[in-house]
């Protein structure tokens, strides 16, 4: 799937998470810091929100190339690297916030990984884990919708990744040498009313993503229109967030 399809993806989930992040970023002092990364930066979303808040440019990284050229030419104002933690770690960088957005949750093995993020965090700096999501506490109503979250949940597990990321957060972060304030960053209530046709490109592109039949995406459009129709859509969905401290 092409970067620009992602993009369009994580601006939506940006949108939905806006009021959680602008607190986070005060919380944590974006503006005033001067060395900001972003890693696991995808189509460069995020980035350029904290590069708007902390007036210089952020470094964006993503292990994928593809990414990382696509956000480079959205957002130019930001510095790039194609790359993971071990390449910064190895070039000895560091810096005054890290953040992450929807990044443990894909990492096959999350603690050696928050171990290395460690490594980066300049003297009284801080890691910012913005969102991570837990789709075990996933709430799709009415019933007959309630096997959406099957679908994320095997995905993100053929990919290697942890659908419950959310949950661990709090032990992996001490674990891996942090103090760390946890919280849930929203629960979020995801309003369909205006957005219908986003939400339906956002399933085709789960479609394309997970791999489920056409007959599967007709039936989720369906189910969701009737129960637009009727008002009774509601998605709960815990994604959590932490601010940091080696
Ligand atoms: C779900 S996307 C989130 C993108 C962006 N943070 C956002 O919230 O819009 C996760 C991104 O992290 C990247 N990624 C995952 N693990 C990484 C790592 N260890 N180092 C760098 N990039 C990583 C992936 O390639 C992918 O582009």
Not at 78 to 104: Q, T, W
Not at 121 to 127: F, H, P, R, T, V
Not at 208 to 235: H, Y
Request: with cysteine; proline share 5%.
């Amino acid at each position: 799937m092409d970067a620009g399809r992602y993009h369009e993806h994580y601006l939506l989930q940006a949108g939905w998470l806006a009021p959680a992040r602008h607190f986070l970023f005060r919380k944590a002092g974006l503006a005033r810091r001067r060395r900001v990364l972003d890693l696991g930066c995808g189509s460069g979303v995020i980035a350029e929100e904290m590069r708007q808040v902390c007036g210089r440019p952020v470094m964006a990284v993503d292990r994928d190339r593809e990414m990382a050229a696509f956000a480079r030419a959205r957002y130019p104002g930001n510095d790039y690297l194609a790359g993971d933690e071990r390449l910064l770690v190895s070039k000895g960088m560091r810096f005054d916030l890290v953040v992450i957005s929807f990044v443990l949750l894909w990492q096959q093995r999350p603690l050696p990984f928050l171990k290395r993020v460690r490594k980066l965090i300049a003297e009284n700096g801080a890691l910012l884990v913005l969102a991570e999501p837990d789709y075990g506490g996933r709430i799709d109503h009415p019933a007959g919708l309630d096997f959406l979250k099957e679908i994320y949940i095997s995905h993100i597990r053929r990919e290697g990744g942890d659908p419950f990321i959310g949950r661990r957060l709090p032990a992996l972060l001490q674990r891996a040498g942090f103090q760390a304030d946890v919280e849930l960053a929203s629960c979020l209530d995801i309003p369909h009313g205006s957005a219908a046709a986003a939400w339906e490109r956002e399933w085709r592109f789960w479609q394309e993503l997970a791999g489920f039949s056409d007959a599967t995406l007709a039936r989720i459009l369906r189910l969701e229109k009737r129960a637009l129709a009727r008002q009774e859509r509601l998605v709960l969905f815990p994604v959590f967030c932490a601010l940091a401290r080696p």
